[in-house]
């Protein structure tokens, strides 16, 4: 079974700067991996999907993730905060090949952007 | 991409007493999940719900806890039954149409026991 590891449980940065989530998985041949974001009192929206192909992934709100096959990671970077990016990061990583169909979730990283 | 809504919102309950959260998806979905969320913790999930049939249950999670069902391609009913404090939490429902396709979630339901 898939494992994802999201080392930081939170991230605190000031408006403006770069920041970077990190995400490792368990290897596998080729997955599929997502980051999501929730903001509070709401449920999990998508940012970004990795299928195959162009290892640099574009998502929404300036958001970008490189899949690293070698290095097993998915990291989420964007390269100036807002104060609206305040929220919590999931990733999540399927498994077709291997059987594991549903996608299994990180933790989450807690991204805090100070004014 | 499809849009879920999700009830209730919120709710505070009595210790024993059962509570069904109902679940909505405007579009025809292939797979529909229920997962429960502890605060600040990642989403657990408690099982797949298939239309039509039983419901495809995690480790940990057993029928008669969590009865679910899908009696079509967009409906889907999570009840946390007997209730206990333990069971506060929120609870999540997500859909998608494929594997390779993203999940659609509903802004999920905060259930309290008193």
């Known amino acids: 079974a898939q494992s994802v590891t999201q080392l930081d449980s939170q991230v605190p940065v000031f408006e403006e700067a770069p920041v970077e989530l990190r995400c490792n998985y368990s290897s596998s041949v080729s997955v599929y991996l997502f980051w999501y974001v929730q903001y509070p009192n709401q449920g999990l929206q998508l940012l970004l999907k990795?299928?195959?192909?162009?290892?640099l992934v574009k998502g929404i709100n300036g958001f970008e993730a490189e899949f690293n096959k070698s290095q097993t990671s998915f990291h989420l970077r964007k390269p100036s905060v807002h104060i609206s990016d305040t929220a919590e990061y999931f990733c999540?990583?399927?498994?077709?090949?291997?059987?594991?169909?549903?996608?299994?979730f990180g933790r989450g990283t807690s991204l805090i952007v100070h004014p | 991409s499809a849009v879920i809504s999700q009830k209730p919102s919120r709710d505070i309950c009595q210790r024993g007493t059962s509570l069904t959260i109902q679940c909505q998806v405007d579009s025809q979905v292939t797979m529909m999940f229920w997962y429960r969320q502890q605060p600040g913790q990642s989403l657990t999930l408690i099982a797949t719900a298939n239309q039509g049939s039983e419901a495809t249950y995690e480790s940990g999670f057993v029928i008669d806890k969590f009865p679910i069902s899908r009696p079509n391609l967009t409906f889907s009913t999570l009840t946390v039954s007997n209730m206990s404090p333990e069971d506060s939490s929120i609870y999540l429902c997500?859909?998608?149409?494929?594997?390779?396709?993203?999940?659609?979630f509903g802004d999920g339901t905060r259930l309290s026991i008193l």
């Open positions: 999540a990583v399927s498994d077709p090949a291997g059987g594991s169909y549903i996608p299994t």
């Open positions: 990795y299928l195959s192909g162009s290892t």
């Open positions: 997500s859909a998608t149409g494929g594997f390779d396709q993203p999940q659609h």
